[in-house]
């Protein structure tokens, strides 16, 4: 358990946690942030980072958020169940499962992680997303399977 003034380091962001979602805890309600963000419980709401913070939100694997995240790094291990607009990167561990668009500019993903939405490249132009071809659009359904060299 931290204490006070204790800094946990987040997997693969290299960022420290500076506020923790315990695993026993479920917040109904926006939450708003900066620094690094560790989910081990369950949040109802959208979450967003600062604009123009370097925040880190982290979805551990018993994690869950449901709702719209906005920060410049996503990493998932667990559930997410909404969009998600990572401005910088996006990672995705072996059981990160989300049910959501993803806006993303870089991404990382594991094998055996899995979407169910679509992919969003930043530079995408705005066109392509709103046009009629948009809400006919073929959603995506990918799983990662790791591949032997």
Known sequence: MLGMGDKKKSPGSGNAVETLIGPHAVIRGDINFTGGLYVEGT?????????????VITIAENGHIEGEVRAPVVVISGRMTGDIHAS???????????????HYKVVEMAAG???TG????????????????????????????????
């Open 113 to 115: 992680a899995m979407i």
């Open 88 to 102: 910088e990167r996006i990672e995705l561990a072996a059981h990160a499962r989300v049910n959501g668009n993803i």
């Open 43 to 55: 949040i109802h709401g959208k979450v967003s980072a600062d604009d123009g913070s370097a925040a």
């Open 118 to 149: 679509r992919l969003i490249h930043a530079d995408a132009p705005l066109a392509q997303l709103t046009g009629p071809e948009a809400a006919s659009a073929p959603r995506v359904k990918a799983t990662v399977e790791a591949q032997s060299a």
